[in-house]
């Protein structure tokens, strides 16, 4: 059956050069500390809570990076809901600003499946897609 109503218009996160900068510089002393600096600083960028997500996924420390992950996944929801989203709609990956609330999500799926949650993890996964297939295949090196 087709849907005969329109899609809603993709949603586009606002960039926040000054949070950019400081993860670049972050990036420059790779260390933990360095990146949790930038959360601490910037708690609503959710590009500092993904790279934290994905290094405590990298270390093992599946416990963390579902904590990280979820943080930097529900900042982003907020945006997306102050930047007009009603729920539903595509998220395009090919926006630098969404990537960060979409590799949160990632990770989400990721950690929740490691820890058990494996319906939130297939509902994390699905969302991704949702929100624009290319970052699933992105993140899942496809």
Known sequence: MQNLLPEPPATL???DDNAEEALAAARQADTD???????AQHP????????????SMAAGQVVAAYAYART?????LDQLRRSGWKGHGPVPWAHGPN????????????????IGESDEAARCAQFLRDCDPAAGDALSGT
Request: hydrophobic share 50%; aromatic share 12%.
């Open 13 to 15: 996160l606002s960039a």
């Open 33 to 39: 500390e360095a990146y949790a600096s930038v959360a």
């Open 44 to 55: 609503t960028f959710s590009a500092a809570w993904a790279v934290l997500a994905a290094r």
């Open 72 to 76: 930097g996944y529900h900042r982003g």
């Open 99 to 114: 990537q960060g609330f979409l590799r949160c999500l990632h990770v989400l799926s990721r950690a929740a499946g490691e």
